[in-house]
């Protein structure tokens, strides 16, 4: 018989659940028994609350936001009641506020929500800049695509890579802005523009995404005539102070720790509950539930990033902080962004690169890491999930753990991209909808998720913090394997690859 035992009331959380403690004792931390306790009602309460703090905050969680602060401070009482021990960690950062971000061709200015300003740009002179406006047919994907456009502002099509790789692109073949524009009518995004990253001294071309209908205006007058346009975008920086929420099971080798991240922030423009309260969220039920089990091997640490919408900052600001030594304490890193997608995927980031999609400049992710993408691939083999892969990407907070050396991995569910055919065979769901047609826009909200997504995404993220909680060894294999010199061998099971979609952050 089990018996219940209620755990004490937290001032921000109106009614923990009772946790079950068979006979007193506590349960062993198994792959199956952790993810066990993992239940879609328990990860919607948290979401529930922080749709309740973007509700009473604009709408959003975006750093800083009294709507982040609510996240930090519930996620910090839950692992506290939890009995882990838990810091706050303020993060000062320079967040670019978009004054302006206009596109002016024969008159006529095209604004939000019509032309919006992606996160990754530089603002122009005052005056805006002003060039030729030429097409490429494609998506900007290879540079050979940029041949003949230097100096020019180019339009291309969204999609089929990632923004940055356009950037890059069009970066190193002198193209000073692009405008990227929706290949298929969607939804505009409310309010998009509003924050974007302070450029980190690189110049970055001018991006400003376009919808279907400005991009098929501008097409028709290039087909006809020779253009000059304006893109004028104004970012002023300003520092805005906001925390990110570490905790630490008391138990375990500290000097072997696993640790687990998702980012508690929003997008400005809209609350963020699959990007990535969903992830957040399972965080916080992960933490609630350990309170039932005993110590494992080694030690878990939790991860609740600020600022991840405004370029990675809050976790950069973390991986930054650590010192060598205390960096090298963390065996491994997995990444969980959005785990609730409407018409999902089950994703793992291709870390060993056997899908051949990793980016040329993108350097091969740490020692180890190959490991984590192989525990993450038998989690979804050992449940019977189908799973695809992801071009690794430095798209989200895993970036800072795999710039410094550590083994990390990472989890997605799928952005703004639309459905395959062979996806559509291997999770269900309508073949040419978007993963998420509500990603980084307002309706990002509690009634669009994937309560399915979420609680297998919940169940195989515990199912590996389990196993690595008790067993490194395919990590610290990897490792040894490599500093012998022997070629890693590491590789997971093959796997088709997904498009994640476009500015997949
Ligand atoms: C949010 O928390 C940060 C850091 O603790 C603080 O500096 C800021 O003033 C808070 N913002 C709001 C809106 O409460
Ligand atoms: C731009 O957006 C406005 C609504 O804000 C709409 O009325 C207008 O038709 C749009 N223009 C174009 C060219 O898409
Ligand atoms: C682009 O502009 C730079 C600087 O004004 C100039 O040196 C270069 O020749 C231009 N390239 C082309 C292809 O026009
Ligand atoms: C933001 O803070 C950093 C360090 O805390 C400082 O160096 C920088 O000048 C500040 N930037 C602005 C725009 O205030
Ligand atoms: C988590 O949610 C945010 C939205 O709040 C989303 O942008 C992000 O991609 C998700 N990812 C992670 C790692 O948490
Ligand atoms: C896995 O994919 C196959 C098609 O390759 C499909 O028949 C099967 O139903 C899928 N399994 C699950 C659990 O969705
Ligand atoms: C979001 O959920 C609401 C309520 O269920 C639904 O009416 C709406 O169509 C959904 N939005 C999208 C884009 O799926
Ligand atoms: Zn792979």
Known sequence: MC????????????????LVVCDGRLLELTPEAYADSMSVDAILGHLKAFQKYADTSANTRTHGSPGYNASADYVYGIAANAGLDVQRQ????????????????????????????DFFT??????????DLVSIPGYGCSQDEFANVANKTVLLKSGECATAEKTFNALISSVPAVIIYDETPIPAVPGAGVFATASQNIAVPVVLLARYDVGQILL?????????????????????????????????????VIMIGAHLDSVAQGPGINDNGSGSATLAELVQQLAQFEAAKYALRFGWWSSEELGLLGSAYYVDQLTQSERDRIVGYINIDMSASPNYILAVQDNDNSGGGRPPWIPAPPVGSNAIEKILQDVFL???????????AMNSDHASFMANGIPMGALETGAGGPKTELEAEL???????????????????????????LIINARAVARALATLAN???????????????????????????????RHAH
């Open 90 to 117: 303020g993060v000062e950062s320079p967040v670019g506020f978009i004054r302006r971000g206009t596109l002016s061709v024969e008159g006529i200015t095209f604004q939000a929500p019509n032309v919006t300003v």
């Open 427 to 453: 999770f269900g769901g309508v073949v040419g909808q978007n993963y998420d047609s509500c990603y980084h826009s307002l309706c990002d909200d509690i009634n669009n998720l994937s309560h399915e997504a």
């Open 122 to 131: 530089s603002s122009t002179a005052p005056e805006g800049l002003t060039t």
């Open 471 to 501: 067993d490194i060894s395919t990590i610290e294999a990897e490792q040894a394997q490599a500093s012998s010199g022997a070629k890693v061998q590491f590789k997971g099971a093959s796997h088709p690859m997904s498009d994640l979609g």
């Open 220 to 256: 028709t007058k290039i087909a006809s005539q020779s253009l000059t346009a304006t893109v004028n975008v104004q970012v002023d920086i300003r520092n805005v102070s906001s925390d990110n929420i570490i905790a630490q099971t008391k138990w375990g080798d500290q000097d072997k």
């Open 3 to 18: 018996m219940y035992r209620f755990l004490a009331l937290f001032a921000i959380v109106s009614a923990l659940p009772a």
């Open 382 to 392: 050992s449940m019977g999930s189908n799973f695809t892969g992801f071009d690794i």
